[in-house]
C-alpha cells in the first residue's frame, strides 16, 4: 500500500531564503506527482503535476523534482515571500486517473517578513 | 471561471438528521472526488466518480453515500449524520485522460454534527 511522508511537518524561515520542500512514497510505481497548496480555511490548489517520465517541473519561483527509484519528489521556493506561507502537501497517483491518489499530512510552512 | 463549488460552507446538525452537501464543476470533468481533512489523519477519500452513473468507494466510506446523475454533480449525502462525521470535507475533479490528473478542489464544507 502507497505511504506518502512529508518531513518535517512544520516550517518557519525568514523571508529571503531558498527552501527545499520532501516529500517521500513507499511504492515507486506512480503515474503522477503532485504538489498542492492550501490556505488555512481553503481548498488545495494545484502547484505542479510532475508526470512518471518527467524528472522535473517548473513554475515561477517554484520547481518539482522527481526521483522515482529512490521514491523521493522535492518542492524548491526560490527567495521565499511571506506569501508563501501555507501548508503544502504531496499527492502520489497510483492509478493514472486521480482516483487513488495517496496525500501526504502536509508541511505548514511559515516565511517570516 | 473554472472552479468547484461546494454548499455549504458551514454547516451544524444534530445526531440523525439527512443533510446533502452538494458539488459542483464547470470544466467539463470526468471525475469527481469526495475527501475529508482532519487533524492529524491527512485527506482521505470518501467516494470517487469516473463518470456519470460511475461511483466507487473510496478509503473511508461508511456513513456517506453519493450520486452522479449528471456530469457536473456530486452530492454527498449523509443520511444519519454522526459526531465522528465532524470534518472538513472537500470536492475534487480532474479530466481522466492518464498523467492529466491535475485535480481542482472546492473551497471545502466545514460539518459539524452535535
Known amino acids: 500500500k502507497q505511504e506518502v511522508t512529508q518531513i518535517p511537518a512544520a516550517l518557519s524561515v525568514p523571508e529571503g531564503e531558498n527552501l527545499v520542500l520532501n516529500c517521500s512514497f513507499t511504492d515507486s510505481a506512480i503515474y503522477n506527482l503532485q504538489w498542492f497548496r492550501q490556505d488555512p480555511g481553503k481548498g488545495l490548489t494545484s502547484l505542479l503535476l510532475?508526470?512518471?517520465?518527467?524528472r522535473e517541473q517548473t513554475s515561477g519561483r517554484l520547481n518539482a523534482s522527481l526521483d522515482k527509484s529512490s521514491g523521493r519528489s522535492t518542492l524548491y521556493i526560490a527567495a521565499s515571500q511571506p506569501g508563501d506561507s501555507a501548508t503544502y502537501l504531496c499527492?502520489?497517483?497510483?492509478?493514472?486517473?486521480?482516483?487513488?491518489?495517496?496525500f501526504g499530512k502536509g508541511m505548514k510552512l511559515t516565511v517570516n517578513p | 471561471e473554472a472552479q468547484v463549488t461546494q454548499n455549504p460552507r458551514y454547516l451544524i446538525t444534530v445526531t440523525g438528521k439527512k443533510l446533502t452537501v452538494t458539488c459542483s464543476q464547470n470544466m467539463n470533468h470526468e471525475y469527481m472526488s469526495w475527501y475529508r481533512q482532519d487533524p492529524g489523519l491527512g485527506l482521505r477519500q470518501i467516494y470517487y466518480?469516473?463518470?456519470?452513473?460511475?461511483?466507487d468507494k473510496g478509503d473511508v466510506p461508511e456513513g456517506y453515500k453519493v450520486s452522479r446523475k449528471e456530469k457536473r454533480n456530486f452530492p454527498l449525502i449523509l443520511e444519519s449524520p454522526s459526531p465522528n462525521q465532524t470534518s472538513l470535507y472537500f470536492c475534487a475533479s480532474s479530466f481522466l485522460a492518464v498523467g492529466t490528473g491535475e485535480l481542482f478542489f472546492g473551497e471545502g464544507s466545514r460539518l459539524t454534527v452535535l
Open positions: 510532475i508526470q512518471s517520465s518527467q
Open positions: 466518480s469516473m463518470n456519470v452513473e460511475v461511483t
Open positions: 499527492a502520489a497517483d497510483t492509478q493514472g486517473g486521480s482516483e487513488k491518489l495517496v
